[in-house]
C-alpha cells in the first residue's frame, strides 16, 4: 500500500510539473527576449500593442487583458518612480485586425522603463508579442544632382529626335509641360525606370493603387474620384487634427502642420507620381496613369503616424474586414507605403502581420527603402 501511495504522489508530481512547464519556460530570459519588439535607445513611448495566444481568456476578453496588464506594471517600479509625476496607468484603446491589442501608458515612457514594463508584460504566458507602437515618417525623396539632371533632360528638338531613332516607342511621350523638365527618374538613360517602354505595354487601367500618406488634396492634374469612400485611419487627435480620438471617413489630407512647419502635401505628391494624369498638357506624368488612387490617410501632423493604425489600414485597404470601420468599396491590387518605420519588421510585429495577411489575399505591396542613405538591414 505505501509503494502504491507513493507512485500515486509521484504521478501527482510530474502532473503539476508538466501543467508548470510553459509557465516556467515563458519566464526563462531568452523566451521572455523572443516576446519583445525592438526599442529605439532615445525614443519614448506611450502606446504598446500586446497579441495574446489564441483562444486565451487575455485575447477573448479586454477587461481580463487589462487586468494581466496592470499586474504587470505593478510589478515594476515606474508607479513608484518621480513621485511629483501623476500616477501611471495603462488604458485598453481597441483591437487591431491583425489580431494584438493597443494600450496606452498615462505619460511617456523612455526606453529603459518601455522596456523594463514590456519583460513584466511579456511574463505572461498567455503573452505571445508585445511591442511598442512604433511611430512613422513620411519620406522625402532626394533631388537628383545637378549634373544628372542636365545629362539627363530632353530640353529641345534635337534631344526628341535623337531619341526617336533609337527607340521606336518614343511617340507615346506625353505632351505633359513638366515632364522633360523635372521627371528626369522616368527616362530611360542613367538610372531612370525607363517608363516611356513600359507604357508601351501597360499603363495601368483597371488598377486600384492604395497610398497610406497623408490623404489626398483635390488638384486639377490628379483623380480624386476615390478620397470619399476612403478612410483616415489615424486615431491619435494629436496627430490627426480632430478634437478627439478616433478614425474619419474620407481619406483627405487636411494638412500635416505643425508650429515650426508647413504642410507637405506628401500624399498628394505621391499620388501624382502612382497615377497623375497624363497626356493632357497639364503639369506632370504618373507611372501608372490608368490606374486609379484610393488615399488612405494613416500620417497626421508633422507628417507621423502609428504601427498600430497603418496595421489596420493595410488589411482595410486590401479589401479586408477592420472593426469600426465599413468595409472598403474599392480593394487594392497595390498598396503604396512611403513611410519609413526605425523599429525591426519582426516576424510577430504587427506591422509583420498586416503585409503577410495581405499579400496572402493577392495584394502587392510596395515599400520605399534606401532613403536617407540608410542601409535597411541596419533600421
Known sequence: MKLHYCQRCLLAVLTLAQAAAPTLAAHTPDAIQNKLGSIQPNAHYRRFIVSFRQNSAEQAKPLVAMHHLRMALHRTDLTRQNTNAPLLRLSYRHHLATGGDLVSSSRPLNAAQANALMRQIATDPAVVYVEPDATGYLING???????????????????????????????????????????????????????????????????????????????????????????????????????????????????????????????????????????????????????????????????????????????????????????????????????????????????????TALAHGTTIVAAAGNDKANINTI
Not at 522616368?186 to 492604395?210: E, H, N, Q
Not at 505621391?270 to 488612387?293: M, Q, S, Y
Open 142 to 356: 532626394t533631388p537628383a544632382p545637378a549634373r544628372l539632371q542636365s545629362s539627363v533632360a530632353l530640353k529641345n528638338a534635337a534631344d526628341t529626335q535623337r531619341v526617336s531613332r533609337s527607340y521606336p516607342w518614343i511617340w507615346l511621350e506625353p505632351n505633359d509641360p513638366l515632364f522633360h523638365k523635372y521627371q528626369w527618374n522616368f527616362t530611360g538613360l542613367r538610372g531612370g525606370i525607363d517608363i516611356v517602354k513600359a507604357w508601351a505595354k501597360s499603363r495601368g487601367k483597371g488598377i486600384i493603387v492604395a497610398d497610406l500618406d497623408t490623404g489626398i488634396t483635390r488638384h486639377p492634374d490628379l483623380d480624386t474620384s476615390l478620397a470619399d469612400d476612403s478612410y483616415d485611419f489615424v486615431t491619435d487627435h494629436n496627430l490627426s487634427g480632430r478634437p478627439v480620438d478616433g478614425r474619419a471617413p474620407g481619406g483627405w489630407d487636411p494638412g500635416d502642420w505643425t508650429k515650426h512647419n508647413v504642410s507637405t502635401w506628401h500624399g498628394t505628391h505621391v499620388a501624382g507620381i502612382i497615377a497623375e494624369l497624363t497626356n493632357n498638357g497639364i503639369g506632370l506624368a504618373g507611372v501608372a496613369p490608368e490606374a486609379r488612387v484610393l488615399p488612405v490617410r494613416v500620417l497626421g501632423k508633422g507628417g507621423m503616424g502609428s504601427a498600430s493604425d497603418t496595421a489596420d489600414a493595410i488589411i482595410w485597404a486590401a479589401g479586408l474586414h477592420v472593426d469600426g470601420v465599413p468595409d472598403n468599396k474599392h480593394p487594392a491590387q497595390v498598396i503604396n507605403l512611403s513611410i519609413r518605420f526605425r523599429q525591426a519588421c519582426t516576424p510577430n510585429s504587427a506591422i509583420r502581420k498586416a503585409i503577410a
